[in-house]
């Protein structure tokens, strides 16, 4: 077995190379989805911490680059009116970015506005 795969290693190295790509990228597929997992993982663990100040403006520049601040505007005067300047958790910064990921509503209104 071990001499068949050295004569077809010695045989065919481009097929070799095209293995090896392949095996690499299945790597790198796999290892983004466990770092997908962690970030996962330690948001769950971290939603109920208060967000810093620093969070909350770096999230405003993020929306304002794609054309979103005045919805993450909206949506942060909504978790103020609930929670308070103070109460701002990890958590409601993480839900701003989804709503803003999955609403198409930001960037009209920027337009219009």
């Known amino acids: 077995m071990i001499e068949t795969i050295k004569i077809f290693v010695g045989n065919h190295p481009f097929l070799t190379l095209l293995m090896s790509c392949a095996a690499f990228s299945l790597a790198l597929y796999f290892r983004g989805k466990v770092?997908?997992?962690?970030?996962?993982?330690?948001?769950?663990?971290?939603?109920?911490?208060l967000a810093p100040?620093?969070?909350?403006?770096?999230?405003?520049?993020?929306?304002?680059?794609?054309?979103k601040l005045?919805?993450?505007?909206?949506?942060?005067?909504?978790?103020?009116?609930d929670h308070g300047r103070d109460g701002i958790t990890m958590?409601?910064?993480?839900?701003?970015?989804?709503?803003?990921?999955?609403?198409?509503?930001g960037s009209k209104q920027n337009r219009k506005g």
């Open 91 to 105: 958590g409601h910064v993480c839900w701003i970015a989804q709503e803003l990921d999955s609403d198409k509503r």
């Open 70 to 81: 005045k919805a993450f505007n909206q949506l942060l005067d909504k978790v103020i009116a």
């Open 53 to 67: 100040e620093s969070l909350l403006e770096e999230a405003a520049q993020d929306a304002s680059d794609r054309g």
């Open 35 to 49: 770092k997908a997992i962690e970030m996962a993982e330690y948001l769950v663990e971290h939603q109920d911490d």
